[in-house]
């Protein structure tokens, strides 16, 4: 289990991709993993970034928990993350990674 902070929120995570969140107005946790899903099939956090309500799928917010030093504002599509197995509901670190590009020159 790692715990850690986003944007001032606290959040838990188990390697099988579990993400709870923390809510200090009634002090517990709840599990996120299971909230609905988006018109794109991904569960997305709700998190204020700059004063502005902003989601950010929850594959991200696990792959950031285990890689810290992943830049988890940056939407550029080289810092995309990718289920390996291509199943949207496996957010186990194992079956997450950036999306790699490789380019050819014609």
């Not at 099939?41 to 991200?60: A, D, E, S, T």
């Not at 950031?64 to 940056?74: I, P, R, V």
Request: hydrophobic share 30%; charged share 25%.
């Amino acid at each position: 289990m790692i715990n850690f902070e986003v944007l001032g929120t606290q959040f838990k995570v188990d390697e099988n991709g579990e993400l709870s969140r923390f809510y200090s107005q009634t002090k517990r946790w709840k599990n996120i993993s299971k909230n609905k899903k988006s018109k794109c099939g991904y569960i997305n956090v709700g998190l204020f970034v700059k004063g502005k309500h902003k989601l950010i799928p929850i594959h991200r917010v696990i792959y950031y928990a285990f890689n810290q030093d992943y830049d988890l504002n940056n939407t550029a599509v080289g810092n995309s993350i990718l289920h390996k197995d291509k199943n949207k509901d496996n957010n186990d670190i194992s079956n997450l990674e950036i999306m790699k590009f490789t380019f050819t020159s014609s």
